[in-house]
T-cell receptor, first 112, second 118 residues
């Protein structure tokens, strides 16, 4: 079965700093989703990447997919307290399955 | 879209009791999913519906768990004879479901139901 490893597990940054979160898959990535979760709440969809080399941006968040490395990265520029939360990557396992396999998440804290 | 809604948001029950959760997906979304999330972990897939048909079930879904989606609209997840290990956040998600395309599409999640079994 596919496993996703996220690094780091937690991150504390000063407001205004840039940061990167990585998600590495044990198997081929057919599609990679990034979500954000506030403690005790549901997941908020951020971005979806399908093709190797694809890069998407939304406001100050950029995500990239490296098919060869079976890895995706999420980069936040000039972090703000509103960026704090748990970032989760979810992968499309392929083979006609519709479920997503998730990593354990990266907890981000932004100090004002 | 009004978003995915779940009810109740919190449920506390005693071991051995039955509980039922409800999920209302985004209107016109054909696919509906249930996941379970425990502290410090990512969501784990439980089951999936395409309209009213339950097409995938995880090994996590023991005989005590049953899910339905009558008429392809809202869905219910029932846990019978609850155990302390069932304590978790139960998340529902829905997606549009791309006709003729057998791959995932963006899943939109509800706020979850937090179950505590005493």
């Amino acid at each position: 079965s596919q496993e996703l490893e996220q690094s780091p597990q937690s991150l504390i940054v000063q407001e205004g700093k840039n940061l990167t979160i990585n998600c590495t898959s044990s198997k081929t990535l057919y599609g990679l989703y990034w979500y954000k979760q506030k403690y005790g709440e549901g997941l908020i969809f951020l971005m979806m990447l399908q093709k190797g080399g694809e890069e998407k941006s939304h406001e100050k968040i950029t995500a990239k997919l490296d098919e060869k490395k079976q890895q995706s990265s999420l980069h936040i520029t000039a972090s703000q307290p509103s960026h704090a939360g748990i970032y989760l990557c979810g992968a499309d396992p392929g083979a006609g399955s519709y479920q997503l396999t998730f990593g354990k998440g990266t907890k981000l804290s932004v100090i004002p | 879209d009004t978003g995915v809604s779940q009810d109740p948001r919190h449920k506390i029950t005693k071991r051995g009791q039955n509980v039922t959760f409800r999920c209302d997906p985004i209107s016109e979304h054909n696919r509906l999913y249930w996941y379970r999330q425990t502290l410090g972990q990512g969501p784990e897939f439980l089951t999936y519906f395409q309209n009213e048909a339950q097409l995938e079930k995880s090994r996590l879904l023991s005989d005590r768990f049953s899910a339905e989606r009558p008429k392809g609209s809202f869905s219910t997840l029932e846990i019978q004879r609850t155990e302390q290990g069932d304590s978790a956040m139960y998340l529902c998600a829905s997606s549009r479901g791309l006709a003729g395309v057998r791959r995932t599409d963006t899943q939109y999640f509800g706020p979850g139901t937090r179950l505590t079994v005493l």
